[in-house]
């Protein structure tokens, strides 16, 4: 199984500030990278697909990069309702695999 | 829009099984595969498996391999995701979640917690 280890677990930032989460894979899995935002009680909603495709609707601050086996989400002006825990996902080979998670709180 | 809703939050003793449902609307219900992940309190999301609703075909991941079971109802637009031989270890929410263009979940349910305990 492909591993995805995310970092850090957890930051806080303040409005305004630029963030940046990092997804590692065990093995390349070229850009076939999905992030998601996760609400407490709620299910997660897409936000980048492909590593680098903003998901219609959202907000043009969140950008992802990478390939083969180091990725970045990038929240360029963080803002309260980004509070929240992001994961990454890699669906290159089943078993389809999620990262750990990296909590976001606001200062 | 895309609607996936999900069957309400269930209690099962250790042992039994549980049949979780999901009614699509909003789309085309055979275009698209369906796959369910679940999560545990404070865990990471985990992919359980994907049902080819246009063929019926179906993938599971080794882990529930033998206990689990996706279905679907064309005529109804509805999966199902039966696990059975619970343990308490699978106390979760359950998601389906609907694929984009290619297999990152676009689309989730609501979930269904499933709680086992005795």
């Known amino acids: 199984d492909i591993q995805m280890t995310q970092s850090p677990p957890t930051l806080s930032a303040s409005v305004g500030d630029r963030v940046a989460i990092t997804c590692r894979a065990s093995q390349s899995i070229s850009t076939w990278l999905a992030w998601y935002q996760q609400k407490p009680g709620k299910a997660p909603k897409i936000l980048l697909y492909?590593?680098?495709t903003l998901e219609r609707g959202v907000p043009s601050r969140f950008s992802g990069s990478g390939s083969g086996t180091n990725f970045t989400l990038t929240i360029s002006r963080l803002q309260p309702d980004d509070s929240a825990t992001y994961y990454c996902?890699?669906?290159?080979?089943?078993?389809?695999?999620f990262g750990g998670g990296t909590k976001v709180e606001i200062k | 829009q895309v609607q996936l809703v999900q069957s309400g939050a269930e209690v099962k003793k250790p042992g039994a099984s549980v049949k979780v449902s999901c009614k699509a609307s909003g789309y085309i219900f055979n275009n698209y595969a369906m796959h369910w992940v679940r999560q545990a309190p404070g865990q990471r999301p985990e992919w359980m498996g994907w049902i080819n609703v246009g063929n019926g075909n179906t993938k599971y991941s080794q882990k529930f391999q033998g206990r689990v079971s996706i279905t679907s109802d064309t005529s109804a637009s509805t999966v199902y995701m039966e696990l059975s031989s619970l343990r308490s270890e699978d106390t979760s929410v359950y998601y389906c979640?609907?694929?984009?263009?290619?297999?990152?979940?676009?689309?989730w349910g609501q979930g269904t917690l499933v709680t086992v305990s005795s």
């Open positions: 996902h890699q669906y290159e080979t089943y078993p389809l695999t």
């Open positions: 492909k590593a680098s």
């Open positions: 979640a609907r694929i984009g263009v290619t297999t990152f979940f676009q689309h």
